[in-house]
């Protein structure tokens, strides 16, 4: 693929913005400040349903709580809402307020049982909500609408059920600095391990304080393990679970990917300091020119641009094993919806999820959001967005969207007990990818119990 059709598509084809994967960037939210709205006339923060009957739709007030309204342009999920009313009868009750906030409000509501009874998920808080048994079977639920689930672009699942649906995802592809491939004479962009490999050693130039690929892998922050790691795997249709449990061990896949990630570090083509580095440390050093290739959230795009607005650079997927042939796919966070198991209205409450997750509001929700659908039928209009952001959509259509530590236990905590173990392979304390992995599967096992 050369630079210039590249650049000719992305021109051609027309989140910013706003991620976090928290799992990451694109589910914080940056805001202090908190609100209540309602598409009815009154509003309430408390998490307790206000339906007054539940005998017929217009008689039902369904609670919705999330952290979407504070990050989308105002009023926009008002109206959203608002045009439900209007279809249905069943009106929606807004519970916002930024992203922390409202973790701990749901948090809060899925110990003692007064949980809202639609509520925006973060897939790393899924598997602790099951386990409480605040949340509904999303399976039951579709089953029960003849629902074609097939339609959505990925479902989170807890033993083999769903219990989170993603509205829209925020997608992690790989960066590349173009001026420093141009300047060690690269012309194609790599598509193997094994080219761009090839590719970080060309760019490599540590008297000017630049290195070929960057990853951060602090301690405090180990979302470099689900972003920058583990989509190595994911991209070449690896995976790191199996019937939703760990699969480290005898997984030829994840062994040769730990391998291919230290041969870069072995080959000092890693932007230095990545066991104290950040995600917003990464994205600095690509910001200002010191590594060629990074893996990182889309709604960095905007700021990347505003921060250094002379840097030459585009976007692609993560390259592939040598000879893969199959499908890939892209590492993702996204906003995930779900339905509390105390509400008395599931049905209704299934209604609003679907609704939210039809093409055309689907579509709407994502322009809106900088981010893509959840339906895999919408067509959401980024005519008006940045050439990359719209290419980089492009990408994400051919592959599927994975994110491995959405439904899983204590997904941090693995990340960082992966990254811990990892730093000891690097630094030579463990003989072996398989011994290291064995451990970690071990460490691993003790969460899903």
Partial sequence: MKFKSIAKKSLAAALSGLMVLGITACSNSSSSSS??????????????????????????????QQWWEEELPTGDLAKICDNFTQETGIKIKLLSNPYADTETQIAAGAATGTMADVVGLDGSWVYDFVKQGAISNLTDLMSKDSYDSSQLSSQVQVNGSTYMIPVVNFAYPMYVNLDLLKQAGITDLPQTQSQFKKDCLAVTNKNKNVSGWIIEMSDSAPSGIQNCFMSWLWASGGRML???????TNNDAMTKTVDYVKSLFDAGVVAPGATSMSEADMTEDFTNGRVAFMTDSLAHLTTIKKENPKLNFTIMNVPKVDGYTGKSAMDVANWGIGVSSNTSHKAEAMKFIEYLMS?????????????????????????????????????????????????????????????????LYLNGKVSSANDMLATVQGEWEKAFK
């Fill in 242 to 248: 199996k019937d939703g449990k760990p699969n480290l």
């Fill in 359 to 423: 093409p055309e509001v689907n579509a709407e929700m994502a322009v809106d959001a900088d981010a893509f659908p959840g339906n895999t039928k919408a067509s959401p209009d980024y005519s008006k967005a940045d050439p990359l952001f719209a290419s980089t959509y492009n990408i994400f259509k051919s592959d599927d969207a994975v994110n491995e530590f959405t439904g899983i236990p204590t997904s941090e905590d693995l990340m960082r007990s992966f990254s811990k173990q990892f730093q």
């Fill in 35 to 64: 609100s209540t709205s309602s598409s009815s006339p009154t509003s309430s923060s408390s998490p307790t349903s206000t339906s007054t009957s539940s005998s017929g739709s217009s008689n039902v007030t369904l609670q919705f």
